[in-house]
T-cell receptor, first 113, second 114 residues
Framework: QKEVEQDPGPLSVPEGAIVSLNCTYSNSAFQYFMWYRQYSRKGPELLMYTYSSGNKEDGRFTAQVDKSSKYISLFIRDSQPSDSATYLCAMTGGYSGNTPLVFGKGTRLSVIA | GAGVSQSPSNKVTEKGKDVELRCDPISGHTALYWYRQSLGQGLEFLIYFQGNSAPDKSGLPSDRFSAERTGGSVSTLTIQRTQQEDSAVYLC????????????FGDGTRLSIL
């Protein structure tokens, strides 16, 4: 079993839909959780950064962490064609959270106008 | 530029040649990371530098891979005697090295071994 599991998709939704992206993990030491967005031929761009369990909202994006279930989610409201990209979950443990990240394989999302 | 800068953006070389990949982190960032992204494998950690501490090399796949960081800033990843399985995108990230400071990535070097 890989440390972080993420459905690779592809996921195709109509413009305006609510998108739900998820990852599960096995290492209970993880306590810093991130979502990155990656456009083709570009580096990952940080979207959301959360510590421990709970919710965090930023504009159309909401990140949820459930440490008891070892499950994290990213919700995108009112999805736009510009949201079409690969979404990577990432996580790490350690005192500072600056230790190397463990990534899911990414979910490819297409938002159709 | 305010972001992480990597060069070259693309590199094509013959099997058996050595390659050097460069990373300029965000100014003031003390932590620097190298990752590799290949089809089917996702993003994998290679090596991590934090300030003046000895680097964490636990992710390097073989002794053909090495990296250094000069003056606490620029880093070079070297792959000796390249093999076709080394073909991938090599990504560099940096962070402030303080608690709750996330990693920011460059656009990577796309390496193709013929």
């Amino acid at each position: 079993q890989k440390e972080v599991e993420q459905d690779p998709g592809p996921l195709s939704v109509p413009e305006g839909a609510i998108v739900s992206l998820n990852c599960t993990y096995s290492n209970s030491a993880f306590q810093y959780f991130m979502w990155y967005r990656q456009y083709s031929r570009k580096g990952p761009e940080l979207l959301m950064y959360t510590y421990s369990s709970g919710n965090k909202e930023d504009g159309r994006f909401t990140a949820q962490v459930d440490k008891s279930s070892k499950y994290i989610s990213l919700f995108i409201r009112d999805s736009q064609p510009s949201d079409s990209a690969t979404y990577l979950c990432a996580m790490t443990g350690g005192y500072s959270g600056n230790t190397p990240l463990v990534f899911g394989k990414g979910t490819r999302l297409s938002v159709i106008a | 530029g305010a972001g992480v800068s990597q060069s070259p953006s693309n590199k094509v070389t013959e099997k058996g040649k050595d390659v050097e990949l460069r990373c300029d982190p965000i100014s003031g960032h003390t932590a620097l990371y190298w990752y590799r992204q290949s089809l089917g494998q996702g993003l994998e950690f290679l090596i991590y530098f934090q300030g003046n501490s000895a680097p964490d090399k636990s992710g390097l796949p073989s002794d053909r891979f090495s990296a250094e960081r000069t003056g606490g800033s620029v880093s070079t990843l070297t792959i000796q005697r390249t093999q076709q399985e080394d073909s991938a995108v090599y990504l560099c990230a940096s962070s402030l090295g303080h608690p709750n400071q996330p990693q920011h990535f460059g656009d990577g070097t796309r390496l193709s071994i013929l």
